[in-house]
Nanobody, 124 residues
Framework: QVQVVESGGGLVQAGGSLTLSCAAS????????MSWFRQAPGKEREFVAE????????????TYADSVKGRFTISENIAKSTVNLQMNSLKPEDTAVYYC?????????????WGQGTQVTVSS
């Protein structure tokens, strides 16, 4: 089993910055993707950023939603099974609960594990 815990959310003014952290524990061997999603009130959960194994599994490739490109940066410390999301130039529309998703894959199916989420509120 894998446990996923997010931290770092809070209240920030528009134009400010926050860094979210996500730590996976338990049976974390075989981490394949490390992602951030968000869900605003009344809206569906949406993709924010992802790191996916590439280069034969040695490195990670990143992808971002268009709405956060150039403002958010996803990074990892795979040795510690952690992934961060540096968020700059925050806008009120970035207000949401942010969720971390880890997938595990070991020569078979890919299994997803989600955290409970952390609230980010951006005031105008």
């Amino acid at each position: 089993q894998v446990q996923v815990v997010e931290s770092g959310g809070g209240l920030v003014q528009a134009g400010g910055s926050l860094t979210l952290s996500c730590a996976a524990s338990g049976r974390t061997f075989g981490i394949y993707t490390m992602s951030w999603f968000r869900q605003a009130p009344g809206k569906e959960r949406e993709f924010v950023a992802e790191l996916r194994r590439s280069g034969g599994g040695v490195t990670f490739a990143s992808t971002y939603a268009d709405s956060v490109k150039g403002r958010f940066t996803i990074s990892e410390n795979i040795a510690k099974s952690t992934v961060n999301l540096q968020m700059n130039s925050l806008k009120p529309e970035d207000t949401a609960v942010y969720y971390c998703k880890i997938t595990i894959r070991n020569n078979g199916p890919e299994y997803p594990y989600w955290g409970q989420g952390t609230q980010v509120t951006v005031s105008s």
